[in-house]
């Protein structure tokens, strides 16, 4: 491919379902951080969970959450239809955030944390698919990017509406719930409102062919080594809410601690973007990379860390490997699927996501009561500087497939 065919059309624009579809996301975000960013010290504190469990409890959630886009992305292609399955799961998110304050036990918050990730998990994969219709390949980066960065602005204001509530409230982890159940109303009405599906013209590659199981064939080696290689990034990388749980560590304390959430997403949110447009401009491989490098420094610097100044730096860099690996995952998913099959394909890059998460998150539980918190951040260290090492290996004999968003 020629340096001409790789650089991304200056005159296409990012189509404005794609940025409504960020806005939705923007806010559902920051419902859910703001539950996630109080969540981890709610059950710990208040309801006598262990660091163990809550690693458990994130990981299973998180799991549920990836693993149910398999069977979502899959259904999005049969119907030919994303939007409907986009609504159920934002509505199924929105419900379970009125469960958070009137839970009375463990067990209740557990089942709500749960349904959020199952309604998670069935808008995630047509959501990914339909922005991938919707956009011009030769901006598929920057629309992703877009979405994450808009996604995590709203990861910036859930932290900061939790930090405000928690002390407005004096502590009252409860009412500091309600505060989320609005951003997800206004939420689900825009998307009902304010997104439209393109319609699959009858003469479309795909478009008279009944998507199957069997279809799974036809999805290319590149798409199994981006899925090979997100599936060890996030085995690398576990739940966000040990975050949380390493800042109350080092003395942030329960109001403070939800501000390295907002200080991670700061970062995110910055740098997504021209991140996605880096991508379209052919640096993926190296992208993936530097994200990996990255990473290594910020399990190291939070073992490390023995002030809050290098627990926030350390989410700062935590925020910078979201920003360059995150958005370009889900754009090399779209370029290296079909189109017919795109829901499909996220489903399954997701599932695999979904195994790594529930290990990574379990095992960092099991670290963080056994040995401590540095002893988790240095094996996610580890396991990441594998990760990298293997990449480069790969790239130096040229066994690795070209990643191109516009392949």
């Not at 939705?24 to 010290?41: F, G, K, N, R, Y």
């Not at 094996?379 to 790239?395: D, E, M, R």
Request: aromatic share 8%.
């Amino acid at each position: 491919m020629t340096r001409a065919e790789r650089a991304p059309d200056r005159g296409a624009r990012i189509p404005a379902g794609v940025w409504t579809l960020g806005f939705v996301s923007l806010l559902m975000d920051t419902s859910s951080e703001l539950i996630h960013a109080l969540l981890p010290l709610y059950m710990v504190g208040a309801l006598g969970a262990s660091v163990l469990v809550v690693g458990i409890i994130e990981g299973v959630a998180e799991a549920i959450a990836l693993i149910v886009k398999v069977f979502s992305g899959y259904w999005s292609d049969v119907w030919r239809r994303r939007k409907p399955l986009v609504v159920l799961g934002y509505g199924l998110a929105g419900v379970s955030k009125l469960a958070f304050p009137l839970a009375p036990t463990l067990g209740f918050v557990v089942a709500a944390r749960f349904a959020d990730r199952v309604g998670k998990g069935i808008r995630g994969a047509p959501r990914d698919a339909l922005i991938a219709d919707l956009t011009p390949a030769a901006i598929r980066g920057a629309a992703f990017g877009l979405r994450q960065a808009l996604d995590t602005i709203g990861a910036i204001a859930g932290p900061l509406l939790a930090v405000a509530a928690i002390g407005y409230f004096a502590g009252n982890f409860r009412a500091a719930f309600w505060v989320a159940v609005i951003p997800a109303a206004l939420c689900v009405a825009l998307l009902v409102f304010g997104v439209h599906e393109p319609r699959v013209e009858a003469g479309a590659v795909g478009a008279s062919k009944r998507v199957s199981w069997r279809d799974a064939h036809r999805l290319r080696a590149s798409f199994y080594v981006v899925t090979a290689i997100a599936f060890v990034l996030t085995l690398a990388r576990f739940s966000e809410a040990f975050l949380v749980l390493r800042a109350q560590d080092s003395d942030m304390g329960t109001t403070g601690a939800p501000w390295v959430m907002v200080v991670m997403a700061i970062v995110y949110a910055a740098v997504a973007l021209p991140a996605g447009r880096a991508a379209d401009r052919g640096h993926a491989t190296a992208l993936l990379s530097a994200g990996l490098a990255v990473l290594v420094a910020s399990d190291l610097v939070l073992a490390l860390a023995g002030s809050v100044t290098g627990v926030l730096t350390g989410a700062a860099l935590w925020g910078l490997h979201m920003a360059l690996t995150q958005g370009l995952l889900a754009a090399l998913v779209a370029a290296t699927a079909p189109a017919d099959l795109r829901g499909t394909a996220f489903g399954l890059f997701n599932l695999a996501c979904g195994v790594a998460l529930l290990i990574a998150s379990s095992l960092a539980g099991w670290l963080w009561q056994s040995f401590g918190s540095a002893a988790t951040f240095i094996a996610g260290a580890v396991f990441t500087a594998i990760a990298w090492a293997a990449l480069s290996a790969l790239q130096a004999t040229r066994r690795l497939p070209a990643l191109d968003l516009k392949s």
